[in-house]
């Protein structure tokens, strides 16, 4: 049975990684291996090229905002379009969220990124879409403070 | 809107976070993190209890250090701790530290899953689906042994709130994946179908993922999923866009949801109720009709998340693959996104048309595009849609196109990206030998191939040539000539080299009598080549060399003396010095007829797989070792030349005469000729399985091989165990237990009151070995035992072991039978057992992806090579027992090749001696009739009977 989703990565241009989910068991190595193998394969890309890429098995589906990269490993069988969207209605999200995101709101709420992650993709599946109930429910944690 | 500050809530951290940044070194961040690891540290130790609030903001600095990528070995115990908390904040930095930083040690995943399980216990649905989202991110074993009974329980209830429902569905997918055995399907699976009827659709968006999953496992159990999908998906499309509100993306209604239906419903045929299919087409057609609608929005996002459902739509026109029109008016649209402005759809049209291309419906209008296509081949600039071109020209590639479609792959192939020629090169060979009409435009292509890209030019495309140009006398005189002038190129590759050499070496007489390529002239042109090759190719000129000797007379001189030069019979290359030295020999000392006879052209090949073949064979799973690749890789060389070069001592013995026939007949392997003739000087080395020859034996050679001694006169016994065919056993042959052997290797074969049989068997390619142990079941000794090689005598409850090994010769049906003979108490027991060895115990299984499936498929498409069986179940059609039997069969198991998820589909390579064949199967369970119907596909009609045979027994 194969995953969906292998793993999400943001990363930005030097190649920091800002966020990496994996859902599936990667030993640490590995998941070094894959984050630098990702770089090198997205940032030599530009605008003319198509946001897929194939990769080892997989394919990764990507879209750079600004000087971040993010990045969704996914079946090579899969919808590449609806990931690719799935990626800016995340940082849509995010951007409200955050009130104008910027890379250093990712590093000092590391955590609360994952809790935004979470909402919207589980178990390597899209979870939820809707921008409005998962603001909603992310207001609401917050509140919880 | 909130906005969230920096950090807050915990300042320390951010003070943290901003030293680790303002570091100016990576010396200085490991000394500020060591000195934040020895605060936590002594503050965890320290006698004075922390709050809840401290011991969080520690985890989560411990959690920053661990992502910066420093090890952390300490403070798991601490952010289990926060899993009891009842603030949400302190509970979520435990969770996410547990998450993260998955840690085995058994006493804390105790204490791990004591924490989940009080969540889960709640009630609080933002505890319940911290919990949640915690075992669907970990996902371990444990876990799911812990909690795969209860999170069905949870998803189903009538009181959860939608948002837990939405993780619970999900986290159980988790659960399911890593551990399917532990989930068992309850009364919860019909409930789960209805979820697809919620209200929210978050719930619905979730339940559809959990579905699709169950649904490729269990078809039958979620078939009621179809109706349901179907309508949603309808309410979806019809949906006026402000319908759906929170839903809406960029005026598109639920594109993720609609693309999560969509995906379900490929897990299954078309309905097969009337109105329901219907509903389903005019969804499919509304699909396709808003795709030709103006855009009610210029944003990227709009197009995206539009043609995201659509791609979703063809792609499930093109798994019906049942309404020529839809197949039609998708591959229209599909033409139109050729020539759009965004790469990404031309992308995505080239990708999806090269499926398209595959189903009668679509063919030819997908060949309406080849300009389209072939502009696009020129002109993107990136290069996997430059592959994507390639990839579709080959899929639509048929007699009328051939010509064109190989002249633009041979263009391209100039410029191409190093990475892709290899493929392009096999593409283009396929296609110039698959549809070849004259055979002189399939030489040219394969020379031209060297010429451009000779590095890229594997051994399986250079002997197919030399097999065709042997095989078809017609175009022999034309690729003389031709390689003859490919040769004045003062470069040229190696592999140009090998097939000059080779078809000069057997034609070169039909271009001599043109002065400008007298013998003299075609022995210098090689020659002059020589010296820059390597040694297989030195080797295969000398050969060629020999060859000239005997075409040539007049050359006879230069010749010899060329192989008498120091640097041929004193070169430092073994095999090199050998062949020089038995050419020259040979030349010297055989009379003109022997010299001819030896020496005569190459019969035709038997007609054998294709190249194309022989490189599927290559493209194997990871799983495979390495170790066996590279015996593989051997495929042409000395797997086959054992045979020929034992075949070639044998007939060596007799009258050199004599030999040719069996020499030229027998020879399957294209390159023999050179790597054997110079084993024909040598005196013939004893076989040391001289049975194997016997005539009595053309499928098998049994090798006893008792443990304990050599000298044992079992070998000859043994020679009578398997002699089936010349002296019938007396006692009936027993084979009641042979199809139980045929998925499997080990197991008791025959019992009775007596005796008991056991095997063990191992089978690599074409060998194998099978310990028999032979159980006296009675406390008296058995006398005179015939068939253990060891010992006359078994004692009374004593095991003998025996060991045969086994070696496939070419393909076949009976098996071989053992007979076994014994006294016990005086009288002679007599007892003859099949031995389970069946054709399929030589399968190699083999991985390939669905698109070279289904070109393969295709090409083995002749009525004779096709065995199909429709039968009656046996067995409970049980999905997993299924699988486990056809890889026990012998092939690989091909995932997500067939379109249809219920059905099997599967690929392996039968190995024998002589030839190598390729296998194809699929088997459609039909769960309703309780039928099956199995198919096989290989290019002998023998071999596809035999599987067919053998592995429709076992359902």
């Known amino acids: 049975l194969k995953l969906l989703i292998r793993f999400i990565l943001i990363q930005n241009r030097a190649g920091k990684t800002r966020l990496a989910k994996w859902y599936m068991q990667f030993d640490d190595d590995e998941k070094q291996k894959l984050i630098e193998e990702v770089h090198a394969v997205v940032t030599v890309r530009d605008a003319k090229h198509t946001n897929f890429v194939e990769f080892r098995n997989f394919k990764i589906i990507y879209r750079r905002y600004a000087g971040l990269y993010f990045c969704i490993c996914v079946d090579v069988t899969d919808n590449n379009l609806a990931y690719l969207e799935g990626i800016h209605n995340f940082v849509e999200v995010l951007n409200e969220y955050f009130h104008n995101v910027c890379e250093l709101d990712l590093v000092f709420n590391f955590y609360k990124v994952y809790t935004v992650v979470d909402e919207m993709f589980l178990a390597g599946e899209i979870r939820e879409t809707s921008q409005t109930k998962v603001l909603k429910q992310l207001l609401m944690l917050q509140s919880l403070e | 809107m909130p906005a969230v500050s920096k950090g807050d809530g915990m ?214 999923s179809v109706s349901l999908a179907v309508a949603r998906l309808s309410r979806i499309v019809t949906s006026a866009s402000i319908d759906l509100q929170d839903y809406t993306y960029y005026f598109v209604a639920a594109p993720w949801l609609s693309v999560k239906l969509l995906r379900l419903l490929q897990c299954y045929p078309p309905p097969e109720d009337a109105a329901l299919r219907s509903r389903l087409t005019e969804c499919l057609e509304t699909i396709l009709n808003k795709a030709q609608e103006p855009p009610k929005s210029k944003k990227v996002q709009h197009s995206n998340a539009k043609n995201a459902v659509l791609f979703e739509a063809i792609s499930l026109i093109i798994h019906h693959d049942s309404e020529p029109t839809l197949l039609v008016r998708a591959c229209n649209q599909l033409g139109q996104f050729l020539l ?83 493929e392009i090169v096999l593409k283009v060979a396929i296609l110039a030998e698959k549809y070849a009409v004259d055979y002189t435009w399939y030489v040219d292509t394969i020379l031209n191939l060297i010429r451009i890209a000779g590095d890229y030019v594997s051994e399986e495309v250079w002997y197919r040539v030399i097999q065709i140009v042997i095989n078809r006398d017609d175009v022999q005189g034309y690729a003389a000539k031709t390689v003859f002038e490919a040769l004045q190129a003062p470069a040229c590759h190696e592999n140009l080299v090998k097939v000059g050499g080779y078809i000069l070496g057997e034609f070169g007489n039909l271009i001599a009598g043109d002065s400008r390529s007298s013998p003299l002239v075609q022995f210098n042109l090689l020659h002059s080549k020589f010296h820059l090759c390597s040694v297989p190719t030195r080797a295969l000129l000398l050969s060629a060399y020999i060859k000239f000797i005997n075409l040539f007379p007049e050359v006879k001189t230069t010749i010899q003396g060329v192989l008498r030069s120091d640097s041929q019979l004193r070169n430092a290359d073994v095999e090199l010095q050998q062949r020089a030295v038995e050419y020259l020999r040979l030349s010297c000392i055989a009379s003109t007829d022997i010299l001819a006879t030896v020496l005569e052209e190459m019969p035709p090949f038997p007609e054998r797989e294709s190249s194309i073949l022989a490189k599927l064979k290559k493209k194997k799973g990871p799983g495979n070792l390495p170790g066996i690749d590279d015996v593989r890789r051997n495929v042409n060389g000395s797997a086959e030349h054992g045979q020929n070069a034992e075949e070639a ?100 074969i025959f019992e009775n009151q007596l005796l008991q049989l056991g095997l063990k068997s191992e089978y690599r390619q074409n060998l194998g070995r099978i310990y028999i142990f032979y159980g006296n079941k009675t406390s008296t000794q058995f006398l005179s035992f015939s068939s253990a090689a ?98 026990g069969f012998g092939v690989a198991l091909l995932d997500r090749v067939d379109p249809n998820p219920a059905n099997f589909v599967g690929a392996g390579v039968i190995h024998t001696k002589n030839v190598q064949v390729g296998c194809l199967l699929r088997l459609e369970p039909n769960t309703q009739a309780q039928m099956y119907r199995l198919t096989l596909r290989t290019s002998r009609d023998s071999v596809s009977q035999r599987l067919c045979d053998l592995l429709s027994e076992q359902f």
């Not at chain 2, 601490?78 to 998955?102: D, H, M, P, R």
């Not at chain 2, 979730?206 to 078809?219: E, G, M, N, Y």
């Not at chain 2, 089936?724 to 009641?736: H, I, K, L, W």
Request: glycine share 4%; hydrophobic share 40%.
């Open chain 2, 11 to 224: 300042r320390g951290l951010a003070v943290f976070i901003s030293d680790i940044r303002n570091c100016k070194s990576k010396e200085a961040e490991v000394k500020r993190i060591n000195k934040e690891l020895a605060n936590i540290r002594s503050k965890f130790k320290g006698d004075k209890a922390l709050d809840g609030y401290s011991k969080k903001k520690y985890v989560c600095k411990l959690l920053f250090i661990f992502l910066l990528g420093h090890d952390i070995d300490f403070g798991h115990m601490e952010a289990v701790n926060l899993l009891s908390s009842n603030k949400y904040t302190e509970k979520q930095i435990g969770y996410l530290f547990i998450s993260v930083l998955v840690n085995s040690n058994s006493d804390l995943i105790r204490l791990i899953n004591n924490g989940i399980k009080n969540d889960l216990s709640s009630r609080n649905p933002t505890f319940m689906n911290l919990a949640l989202h915690c075992i669907a991110n970990v996902g371990s074993r444990e876990m799911a042994e812990t909690f795969a009974a209860e999170v069905p329980g949870v998803l189903v209830a009538g009181e959860t709130m939608d948002s837990v429902k939405q993780s619970a569905a999900l986290c159980l997918l988790r659960l399911y994946r890593t551990s399917p055995d532990l989930v068992p399907m309850g009364e919860w699976a019909a409930r789960v179908v209805h979820l697809l009827n919620d209200q929210h659709l978050g719930v619905v968006t979730a339940a559809a993922s959990l579905i699709t999953s169950l649904a490729q496992k269990s078809p039958e159990e979620f078939r009621t």
């Open chain 2, 340 to 422: 759009h402005r965004e790469t990404n759809l031309r992308y995505l049209a080239l990708e999806s048309m090269c499926t398209l291309a595959s189903s009668e419906f679509s063919h030819e209008t997908v060949k309406t595009h080849i300009e389209t296509v072939i502009n696009a081949l020129k002109t993107e600039r990136d290069v996997s849609v430059r592959q994507r071109a390639v990839d579709l020209l080959y899929a639509m590639c048929d007699r009328s196109n051939a010509k064109q479609i190989v002249a633009e792959m041979l263009s391209y192939l100039e410029t191409a990206d190093y990475s892709i020629r290899e």
């Open chain 2, 649 to 748: 001592k044998k007939v060596a013995k007799g009258p050199i005469t004599q030999s040719r026939s069996a020499l030229f007949v027998l020879i399957p392997t294209l390159d023999f000729i050179f790597n054997c003739w110079p084993l024909l000087a040598f005196p013939p080395v004893p076989l040391n399985q001289a049975s194997a020859f016997a005539p009595l034996f053309p499928v098998f050679i049994f090798t006893p091989d008792s443990l304990n001694s050599s000298s044992s006169p079992g070998a000859n016994l043994l020679v009578d165990v398997f002699s089936d065919n010349s002296a019938p056993p007396t006692a009936e042959v027993s084979e009641e237990n042979f199809h139980r052997f045929v998925c499997k290797n080990n197991g008791v």
């Open chain 2, 790 to 887: 060891v010992d006359p005598v078994i004692e009374g409850g004593a095991q003998v072991q025996q060991i045969l090994n086994i070696e496939c010769v070419s393909d076949f049906t009976e098996a071989p039978v053992l007979n076994i003979q014994f006294r016990y108490g005086g009288a002679l027991q007599n007892i003859a057992v099949k031995l389970p060895v069946m054709l399929n115990k030589f399968f190699q299984p083999t991985e390939m992806a669905s698109e070279d499936f289904f070109q393969r498929w295709k090409q083995l498409g002749a009525p004779q090579q096709e065995v199909q069986k429709i039968f009656k179940a046996k067995h409970p059609m049980d999905t997993e027992v299924t699988k486990a039997k056809i890889l």
